[in-house]
């Protein structure tokens, strides 16, 4: 069984668009997160949950808004996309314990490709 | 806030040689530790991680990495690569912000095994 699930894996779409990427993780975590990334391979943090309440959200463009309707999904949503909006976004989750984050678990990613 | 600097972007080796994929963090009263992999199209799989304790830390596959707080360093090592080795890696530190964990990630160095 995936323990972190996100559809669509692939995703073409032209700039002006509206699309949506879903996340969905069966490990009992409390935190969920969704990472971008780039050409390079650079990893960035966007946006992070804590049972449903958001708790990191790193000067993202306000196009993009995650909804978490419950601790086990985080969704996330892109209005008018553009071309430098073509990456790989990633879903992690994850659970506090001590204080501390023990590592993360990651999606496969979904490869959003804007034409 | 913290960060992780991996540097080298690329590392070319034979098969079978040693590998050292090196990592830097900024300095912390206390860090959580991590090295990640990412085989190509696929999402991020957790190698190893260092929490406390044994300052040495090893993966079932064979990688090591040794915690060297004076000189915050968490290196990557192996004896003897495979060509199944190829991917890129990810040095990560865990950080907290405004009240929320989240991981922050190096570069990323791509390890190429040539026969």
């Known amino acids: 069984d995936t323990a972190v699930s996100q559809t669509p894996k692939y995703l073409v779409t032209q700039m002006g668009n509206d699309k949506s990427i879903k996340c969905e993780q069966n490990?009992?975590?409390?935190?969920m997160y969704w990472y971008k990334q780039d050409s390079k391979k650079f990893l960035k943090i966007m946006f992070s949950?804590?049972?449903?309440?958001?708790?990191i959200n790193e000067t993202v463009p306000n196009r993009f808004s995650p909804k978490s309707p419950d601790k086990a999904h985080l969704n996330l949503h892109i209005n008018s996309l553009e071309l430098g909006d073509s990456a790989v976004y990633f879903c992690a989750s994850s659970h506090i314990w001590r204080g501390g984050i023990h590592g993360y678990t990651f999606g496969s990613g979904t490869r959003l490709t804007v034409v | 806030a913290q960060s992780v600097t991996q540097l080298d972007s690329q590392v070319p080796v034979f098969e079978e040689a040693p590998v050292e994929l090196r990592c830097n963090y900024s300095s912390s009263v206390s860090v959580y530790l991590f090295w990640y992999v990412q085989y190509p199209n696929q999402g991020l799989q957790l190698l190893l991680k260092?929490?406390?304790?044994?300052?040495l830390v090893e993966s079932i596959n064979g990688f090591e990495a040794e915690f060297n707080k004076s000189q915050t360093s968490f290196h990557l090592r192996k004896p003897s690569v495979h060509i199944s080795d190829t991917a890129e890696y990810f040095c990560a530190v865990s950080d907290r912000v405004q009240g929320a964990q989240k991981l922050v990630f190096g570069q990323g160095t791509r390890l190429t095994i040539n026969p």
């Open positions: 260092y929490l406390s304790g044994s300052t």
């Open positions: 490990l009992g975590h409390d935190t």
């Open positions: 949950y804590n049972n449903k309440e958001l708790i």
